[in-house]
């Protein structure tokens, strides 16, 4: 009798102080159920070998230059950490990847300039406003739809957005709102 033990990384990952937690994953697919992202999105959208937000944690382990957007897709609510059975702090996780990735310069240059844009635009409601009131008629363009379609975002082919609402919440609450007694 010959047994064969296949490592495939496991004992790098677990000499890993941060990320030896995703070795107790049963793959049950409990945090893909209850992701935003994934319940949208399905399971193998990102092109990985493993899906799902434990996918975000085990996939950079074995090639981070092709995986380093992983950890970048998820919103971060926990709700994956709330729910898995072996209580793995996969949100935890996936954000220490975050860090990782740009500590090592893995985060593509578009990728960090579109966030700092969009940190400065957020930062400002006024900016914002008028961003959104400048873009009233790309609503009807097809946008964001079309952003979503191009060769570099592999993501949007194949699925449609939701039209975008006539107007913003802030247009609709100035035009509705009652007057204070």
Not at 103 to 120: N, S, T, W
């Amino acid at each position: 009798m010959h047994y064969i033990l296949v490592d495939n990384g496991r004992s790098e990952r677990l000499a890993m102080d941060d990320f030896w937690f995703s070795l107790k994953c049963v793959r049950c697919g409990a945090c893909m159920t209850t992701c935003p992202v994934y319940r949208r999105s399905g399971g193998l959208s990102y092109g990985g070998t493993y899906s799902e937000p434990i996918g975000a944690i085990t996939n950079p382990t074995y090639d981070l230059k092709r995986y380093s957007a992983l950890p970048f897709a998820f919103t971060m609510n926990g709700s994956c950490t709330n729910v898995c059975p072996v209580k793995a702090n996969i949100h935890e996780q996936i954000n220490k990847w975050r860090a990782v990735i740009a500590d090592k310069h893995e985060v593509p240059f578009v990728k960090q300039e579109g966030l700092k844009m969009a940190g400065r635009l957020l930062a400002s409601p006024t900016l914002y406003r008028n961003t959104l009131a400048s873009l009233g008629g790309a609503r009807s363009s097809g946008c964001p739809t079309s952003c979503c379609t191009t060769r570099s975002t592999i993501w949007g082919h194949g699925r449609d957005l939701p039209e975008a609402p006539a107007e913003t919440f802030h247009e609709w609450y100035k035009k509705n709102r009652k007057p204070a007694k």
